[in-house]
């Protein structure tokens, strides 16, 4: 059975940084591509972030380019996704989702508020 | 990068069936055939309904159903149950090598 557990989310001020993790399990990790989905409170899907099997190739939406990272370690079977220079329009619950967005963690709530 | 449009609600009575539209470009739904569909609960995460345009994962409903046409996709739920009840939003991969989602439809069993 497939999992993906995502956690690392929390309360930052504006400005701050916080990094997220997404523990996989029950597939070959090392295989897939990997995303960042997040929603914000009340509203619609937002695709953020993908990257390649070996890391060497990204891709982000225009909004957290130059601010978010994502990478991964398929030695750990884990996703990451650092957050930089954290806006409240980044408040949002964040989930992992395997390559062609079939399968899905529960999401981990990141708030940025001063 | 702009979001996939689609209705912002449908409504139906018990039984019948209804028709969700998702509207893209050449880049994205009209270039290629990774388009997929998502339930979502309230308070629950996306769960995938529909992929690769028109097929269905295992132990999703035969209810549910989708097509394309050029650059606009569809899902069909046909014989509309209370359980149907929630938003759905499309998916498509792009030529950028990103994925675009829809604006979201939020469903109604009258």
């Known amino acids: 059975e497939v999992q993906l557990v995502e956690s690392g989310g929390g309360v930052v001020q504006p400005g701050g940084s916080l990094r997220l993790s997404c523990a996989a399990s029950g597939f070959t990790f090392s295989s897939s591509w990997m995303n960042w989905v997040r929603q914000a409170p009340g509203k619609g899907l937002e695709w953020v972030a993908n990257?390649?099997?070996?890391?060497?190739?990204?891709h982000y939406v225009d909004s957290v380019e130059g601010r978010f990272t994502i990478s991964r370690d398929n030695a750990k079977n884990s996703l990451y996704l650092q957050m930089d220079s954290l806006r409240a329009e980044d408040t949002a619950v964040y989930h992992c989702?395997?390559?062609?967005?079939?399968?899905w963690g529960q999401g981990t709530l990141v708030t940025v508020s001063s | 990068q702009s979001a996939l449009t689609q209705p912002a609600s449908v409504s139906g009575s018990p039984g019948q069936s209804i028709t969700i539209s998702c509207t893209g470009t050449?880049?994205?739904?009209?270039?290629?055939?990774?388009v997929s569909w998502y339930q979502q609960h309230p308070g629950k995460a996306p769960k995938l309904m529909i992929y690769?345009?028109?097929n269905r994962p295992s132990g999703v409903s035969n209810r549910f159903s989708g097509s394309k046409s050029g650059n606009t996709a569809s899902l069909t739920i046909s014989g509309l149950q209370p359980e149907d009840e929630a938003d759905y939003y499309c998916?498509?991969?792009?030529?950028?090598?990103?994925?675009?989602f829809g604006t979201g439809t939020k469903v109604t069993v009258l």
């Open positions: 989702a395997t390559g062609s967005l079939d399968y």
């Open positions: 990257i390649k099997q070996d890391g060497s190739e990204k």
């Open positions: 050449s880049t994205d739904v009209g270039g290629y055939n990774y």
């Open positions: 690769d345009v028109s």
């Open positions: 998916s498509s991969y792009t030529s950028s090598g990103t994925y675009v």
